[in-house]
């Protein structure tokens, strides 16, 4: 079916705030990055595919000072977390510098194999459940940025790797890129992003959760994939020039993927994948595993502060075509 809608006028607004370094950021309104133990039964269904996330941080050329990287809850036991028979689980968190800690292939996909681990081991250390640490602060560091693997057009890369090495609980923890080893002061510049997002969801259907996957000049088509996503509702992707794409969403312990264009004007800037719940039933403790890659295959970063700022859709006055 062919129809016509009449649409408004075209407005990009963006925001520009490259201040702060929480991840998951503020706009991404995601309560919890999540990891399970990858012992015991190495149970996938509760929402952890591989029991292992990846992330990456950005510091600025033009940064010299120390820094730190502190991990919030980093135990598994306790208030925040969640339980699978008894608390069993022992998680590690490793930071690595130097060189190919970003740019070795193996760093850059999806599951913990091959050289996953590339670069320099600068800290690490293994949680189990410790009430010293439950909704409290661990804190990595001091790092010189230039630690960091050097490149040209981001600055200096960090990796750290969350792994569940023990048990089948799971863990929610939250990071902070910090100028501080006893506060959350953030780095002007700094950035976060990962290639494949786990996380917790909400348990309020009215609460939202945001990422958004950065958009070259080189991407044509985009292949979603998302895992154990428990038929919570629906995904929607919001861009400059998309007012709302819905695309497939996984069932329980299930992988499922989607594919799509990319329009002209969504070049250079960020996608706006909103996780939107369901009303009712409504889906409690949901765990969700995404990633996103282009025509090539390769994966596409989401960036915890968007590049370019969230983005929004506006009109464009004229008529354009929609087909089903």
Request: glycine share 10%; charged share 25%; with cysteine.
């Amino acid at each position: 079916m062919i129809r016509f809608l009449l649409l408004g006028l075209f407005v990009l607004v963006v925001g520009t705030d490259l201040t702060g370094q929480p991840v998951p950021a503020e706009d991404e309104n995601i309560p919890y990055l999540m990891t399970f133990g990858g012992g015991g039964k190495r149970e996938t269904s509760w929402g952890d595919d591989d029991f292992c996330q990846i992330f990456f941080f950005e510091i600025p050329e033009s940064y010299t000072e120390p820094f730190y990287i502190r991990v919030f809850d980093p135990d598994c036991g306790g208030e925040v977390d969640e339980i699978n028979g008894e608390w069993d689980t022992r998680t590690s968190f490793s930071i690595y510098g130097g060189k190919e800690c970003h740019s070795h292939p193996d760093a850059r996909e999806t599951q913990p194999e091959g050289n996953y681990n590339s670069g320099t081991l600068l800290a690490s250390k293994t949680f189990g459940n410790n009430r010293r640490y439950d909704n409290n602060w661990y804190t990595f560091g001091p790092f010189n940025p230039s630690e960091g693997e050097f490149d040209p057009r981001y600055g200096y890369i960090f990796k750290i790797i969350t792994k569940g090495e023990a048990g089948d609980d799971g863990n929610l923890y939250r990071y902070y890129l910090s100028t501080s080893e006893d506060d959350n002061l953030s780095i002007e510049g700094a950035n976060a992003f990962t290639y494949e997002y786990s996380f917790r969801m909400w348990n309020d259907p009215n609460n939202v959760s945001h990422i958004y996957p950065y958009i070259d000049e080189r991407v044509v088509s985009v292949k979603q994939e998302n895992f154990d996503w428990d038929n919570d509702g629906f995904i929607r992707v919001v861009s400059i020039a998309r007012q709302g794409l819905s695309v497939k969403r996984s069932g329980e312990d299930l992988w499922i993927d989607d594919e799509f264009k990319i329009l002209d004007e969504e070049l250079n800037t960020s996608l706006d994948f909103q996780f939107i719940k369901s009303q009712n039933p409504v889906v409690r403790n949901n765990n969700v595993v995404i990633s996103v890659r282009n025509q090539y295959g390769e994966l596409i970063k989401f960036y915890a502060i968007p590049i370019g700022g969230v983005p929004k859709y506006k009109y464009d006055i004229g008529v354009q075509k929609i087909e089903k």
